[in-house]
């Protein structure tokens, strides 16, 4: 029989995904789970397995493509095991049977088109064994769903492949419909800042924005202060121009980076830190560090520094609730770290910084970095950050003043690190120098604050032992 594959609903607000890559061809046999699309709604890259087994009948899309909600992206030819035209009648099925649940659908479960899994009241008890074949097991991992939070819809509560797809997907438009979705979708430096950047030469405006396919609502783009959008003077009148819309990241970024610049008073300190006594003991532990599986850099000992930074100075690990009139103060440490992609600036999130060891830092780092550029990052690693560090470093510069990751309150930008003559006890010597830029909400703090701040971290960077002293 042939299966109809369609783009399911995204959730409120978001109503089309672009295509990254198709990995199969017409003709070609798939099997179930198999990779078949990669696929991205406003900045997360998102693989989507194959919803059947069978053959590849027709591809209704190709890289660039603009979907929408509803259209057909695939069909397959399958022997009707599992077809998803048939989950419509098993959730009729199930609904004469038991209460049903709301439907929520995403992206990154692409393969749904209606969700008739429901938790059948068969008791399964939160800390019994999870009754679940393998193979939906090794999806559970791959979508990074805990298996105990995903209600079974199948005999005696087995849970099932669809099971884990729908609470994927409610994962997911619950992501998208949160405000902290906004502060996850980029945060953007003078100089476009990158923890980790490849130096890849830069992608054309089409690989970086899209083209012009498909039908699509203008995106307006308010000023400071919600002004409205400018006018623009004709520009063919003195020369050919290309027009290109804003989708996918940079669409959000340019959201984001509105939202705040408006709201938020920025002010940036700037200062420096000698770190020549770095370079020697990053050689002698980085072999170590490595073959852990990590990278002994700035960057790390930076995260370590900053934390230590926040506990005395918590104003900057904070947000202004505007609403109640109150500052929220986290007692949690969760540092997020710029990422220069190809097509945007991602900031991933480490979590409990203060907890981890500086190799646990520098594996994950390394993990982060690598997953973000190449989209595979998880969505519970894209949120709850309360500071943000960003690193300019790879690619040059000599400053920045970088914008705040909103609704956090402080940012620092780290430049590279370069050999200056400086004084040390009245003699001219070569130190190797690094530019910092810490940028605040002058809501919440003030300007003496945060110089205090910024040498804090400026003393435990130039004398690391400082930090051992404080574990």
Sequence with gaps: ??????????????????????????????????????????????????????????????????????????????????????????????????????????????????????????GRTADGPVPAAPAVRRLARELGVDLKQVPGSGPAGRVLNEDVRSYAAGKLEGHFQSGEQVARAGVSSSCASSSSSTGAPAPSLKDKYGDSKGERKPLEITGGGNLPPADLPDFTKYGSVERVPLKSIRRKIAENMTISWSRIPHVTHFDEADVTSFEPLRVKHDPKVNEHGGRLTLTVLTLKAVVSGLKKYPQFNASLDEKNGEIVFKNFYNIGIAVATERGLIVPVIKDVDKKSIIELSKELKDIAEKTRSGKIELDRLQGGTFTITNIGAIGGTSMSPMINYPECAILGMARAAEKPVVRSGKIEIGTIMPLALSFDHRIADGAEAAYFVRHIIERLEDPFTLLLEA
Excluded: W, Y
Excluded at 66 to 77: A, H, L, P, Q, R
Excluded at 86 to 98: F, L, P, R
Excluded at 106 to 111: I, K, R, T, Y
């Design 1 to 122: 029989m042939a299966v109809e594959f369609k783009l399911p609903d995204l959730g409120e607000g978001i109503h089309e995904a672009e295509i990254i890559a198709v990995r199969v061809k017409e003709g070609e046999t798939v099997k179930e789970d198999q990779p078949i699309l990669e696929v991205e709604t406003d900045k997360a890259v998102v693989e989507i397995p194959c919803p059947v087994a069978g053959v590849v009948e027709k591809i209704n899309v190709k890289a660039g493509d603009s979907v929408k909600v509803g259209n057909v992206m695939m069909s397959f030819i399958t022997d009707g095991a599992k077809a998803p035209a048939k989950v419509e009648e098993k959730k009729e099925a199930k609904e004469a049977k038991k209460e049903p649940v709301g439907v929520g659908s995403s992206v990154s479960a692409g393969d749904v088109q209606a969700r008739g899994g429901a938790h059948s009241g068969n």
